[in-house]
């Protein structure tokens, strides 16, 4: 299962105990003597894989290819990369990659949850090429050296490595020769060279795996070939290996090693139940499905359900599509129903196409023959000639059409007229211009933009909100003028405030400045006017008494 923390800090949810470093046969034995083993498939053999292949006799089992650098700076890709159980060991970590000191510290956070670390010098594909890793390392022997021997040094479990064969054996056998001088315990040889690829895959030799395993000291594992069992106990016979390691065989067939070919809605309902349990991407899970059912998905009458699986975005989604197939397909199986096939001629062992069994590829020879009568059919003239026209019979003057003209015109109407294009389009009102579907005013943008801007209105259809804006406008200013009147009022009174206060201060600094000098002056003033009101009573009270 997924690790909660990082690989390098998590030692105790699942890594090994050390234990002493074993070489060649002795590290084969530690694993349990594996006679028939899971290839590293990119984006095919997770954990999930892995699991089903061992409920189905497989003995050993090899992570998907990982990339290295990824590998050391991504804390999430390690994590889901070395996702495992108990029950999955076994188990061997492939990288690729074309420094050492970045394999090396990839391979040091991987040691502790894997039984050997593995080097990629096979992979074909374009993206290897551009990368430099892969086979495309087979020619740089100084950095492969460097790498193994670095691995061997430093790590506590074993370091492998997985080739492709040179054309010539002579080449190939030096090259294995090579790697286990610099600390390779146990290879495995791809019998087909880095060019054997896609439709011309071909077959592997088998010839070159046997030089191989005769050449050096530690296990060999032969891969290619493997479609049935006969052809591991065969291929064993004829080339000496320790194991033969499936990777398309057991993609189409995961009970390849059992010897037998089951119904694939059995296999593919046991795989969705891991899936379900320990979780992978959706891409994996559709790829394993149209692996399995390649045969049944081929049938026309399946490709609704074919459809199904391309487009399903859950497990519950292909289940569904699975238990369709099964509930239609089981009377033919069961033999209640007779089934009728146009089967071809690509295999002499004919199987129901309900059946898990192998893709047969056809021979490269006949792959590039189809390609040149291909090629021959459409061959234009040599450079410098000029192809005459074809007249009509009914008017000799009037040139045929050239066969690239044809074909477009062909094309052209085959071309179906796009149904969301409006059939009739309605002009503005005020000019030429189509008017907006949605315009309330039935006018174009132009002209919408114009009247609502004069007349100050809103159109919700063009999104032109100038009625809305200009009130939200008004708003903004009354707000403004109220704050202005608020802040002028308390200007004023603070004004008023600051000028009684001085006039205060100015009656108190008379009299030099004297505290109390105010209240003399007033006690002062209403004496005189005492003074004043006695002397006009005593004046008035003569009057009266002359």
Request: hydrophobic share 35%; glycine share 4%; aromatic share 6%.
């Amino acid at each position: 299962m997924l690790p909660d923390a990082e690989p390098e800090t998590a030692a105790e949810a699942g890594a090994d105990v050390k234990r002493p470093k074993l070489c060649g046969e002795a590290f084969w034995r530690s694993l349990g003597s594996p006679r028939l083993v899971v290839a590293p498939m990119v984006d095919a053999s997770e954990l999930a894989w892995r699991l089903l292949s061992r409920r189905h006799a497989a003995d050993l089992c090899y992570t998907p290819m990982l990339h290295s650098s990824v590998f050391t700076r991504d804390a999430r890709y390690r994590a889901e990369a070395l996702a495992s159980t108990p029950e999955d060991r076994p188990l061997i970590v492939q990288f690729c990659a074309n420094n050492t000191a970045v394999l090396l510290e990839a391979a040091l956070l991987a040691e502790p949850f894997c039984d050997a670390v593995d080097i990629n010098l096979g992979c074909p594909q374009a993206i290897a090429r551009r990368g430099h890793y892969g086979s495309f390392l087979q020619d740089d022997w100084d950095l492969l050296k460097d790498m193994v021997s670095t691995l061997n040094e430093r790590l506590s479990v074993p370091v492998t490595c997985k080739i492709r064969v040179f054309p010539d054996v002579a080449r190939t056998v030096e090259y294995a020769r090579m790697l286990e001088a610099a600390g390779c315990q146990m290879l495995t040889v791809h019998g087909r060279t880095r060019d054997q690829k896609g439709p011309l895959t071909g077959l592997a030799s088998w010839p070159h795996i046997r030089a191989v395993v005769e050449s050096v000291n530690i296990p060999v594992f032969a891969n290619g070939n493997i479609q049935f069992i006969q052809d591991v106990d065969r291929c064993i016979a004829e080339t000496g290996v320790k194991g033969v390691m499936s990777a398309e065989g057991n993609l189409y067939n995961p009970a390849l090693f059992e010897g037998t070919s089951p119904p694939c809605w059995e296999l593919c309902l046991e795989y969705l139940d891991l899936a379900e349990k320990y979780p992978c991407p959706t891409s994996f899970v559709r790829t394993h499905l149209f692996k399995m059912m390649h045969h049944l998905l081929s049938l026309p009458e399946n490709a609704a359900e074919r459809q199904g699986i391309a487009k399903g975005q859950s497990l519950a989604d292909f289940r569904q599509t699975v238990l369709t197939l099964r509930d239609r397909f089981l009377p033919y199986h069961d033999g209640i129903q007779v089934f009728v096939d146009n089967v071809d001629d690509t295999c002499n062992l004919r199987l129901p196409p309900w059946l898990c069994q192998p893709y047969v590829r056809i021979p490269p020879e006949e792959h590039l023959r189809k390609l040149a009568d291909r090629q021959n059919k459409n061959d234009e003239p040599s450079v410098g000639e000029k192809r005459c026209l074809e007249e009509t019979e009914e008017d000799p003057s009037t040139p045929q059409l050239s066969k690239k003209k044809l074909k477009k015109l062909q094309h052209s109407q085959k071309v179906k007229a796009n149904p969301h294009i409006r059939k009739c389009q309605e002009k503005c009102s005020e000019c030429a211009n189509p008017l907006g579907q949605k315009c309330g005013f039935k006018l174009c943008r132009a002209c919408c933009r114009k009247a609502c801007f004069s007349e100050k209105r809103d159109c919700t259809g063009h999104r032109i909100l100038t009625k809305t804006r200009y009130e939200k406008l008004l708003q903004y200013q009354a707000q403004e003028a109220a704050a202005g009147e608020e802040q002028a009022k308390s200007d004023f009174s603070e004004k008023n405030n600051n000028a009684s206060s001085e006039s205060g201060d100015a009656c108190n600094l008379s009299n030099n400045g004297q505290p109390g000098a105010v209240s003399d002056n007033v006690s002062v003033l209403q004496s005189c006017r005492e003074n004043k009101q006695s002397v006009s009573v005593n004046s008035s009270n003569d009057s009266n008494g002359v």
